[in-house]
């Protein structure tokens, strides 16, 4: 038996992102997460709920979030930065480009909601330029799990990359169910 197929099917990539996230806290007490006012639609709530301190809501400005985690990761810190991937890959792409790659910091982002995955919230919030956009920047790697258990994986591999900017691509819980699927 192949060891993502252990993984419950009903657990978003993003879920199981977050979820790591949370237990990282408990290893680093640097480790820091930023959002952009939609904790629980990506569940970084999961760890700000057991680190208030560490977690800053910066609302819906995600330029401002990415400029303020790459000021963080300057003071020597791991961070992540959380938001739809449409939000993190276009609307602060040159925050990205500017404050976390160029300067090769430690700023991990958890881009959740890739592809089609939210179509019910139409195409405002699809992202399906992400990956193409996050591969032309210096110093950045786009790490796209094909399911729950991968995500952990992949998160952990994000953290043990100091100093290189990981975009990591959750998919939501239908295309997970998909995808289980399609692996029979």
Partial sequence: MRPHAL???AIPTRRAFSE????YGAIDGEFAVFEADI??????HLFGDRYPERYFNMGI???????AAAGMA????????????VFITMRALESV?????????????????????PAIDGVT?????????????????VLVPADTWAAKKLFDTAMQTPGLG??????????????DDLAG
């Fill in 7 to 9: 993984a419950p099917a």
């Fill in 20 to 23: 790591r996230m949370a237990e």
């Fill in 39 to 44: 904790g629980y639609s990506t569940f970084s």
């Fill in 61 to 67: 400005a995600e330029g401002n979030m990415v400029s």
């Fill in 74 to 85: 300057a003071d020597g810190r791991t961070v992540v930065a959380s938001s739809y991937g």
């Fill in 97 to 117: 480009r500017t404050f976390v790659c160029y300067p090769n910091l430690n700023v991990k982002f958890l881009s959740s909601h890739g592809g089609f995955t």
């Fill in 125 to 141: 919030h699809q992202a399906t330029e992400d990956i193409a956009n996050m591969t032309t920047l210096p110093n950045m790697k």
């Fill in 166 to 179: 990981d975009d990591l691509r959750g998919v939501a819980t239908r295309c997970q169910q998909d995808l």
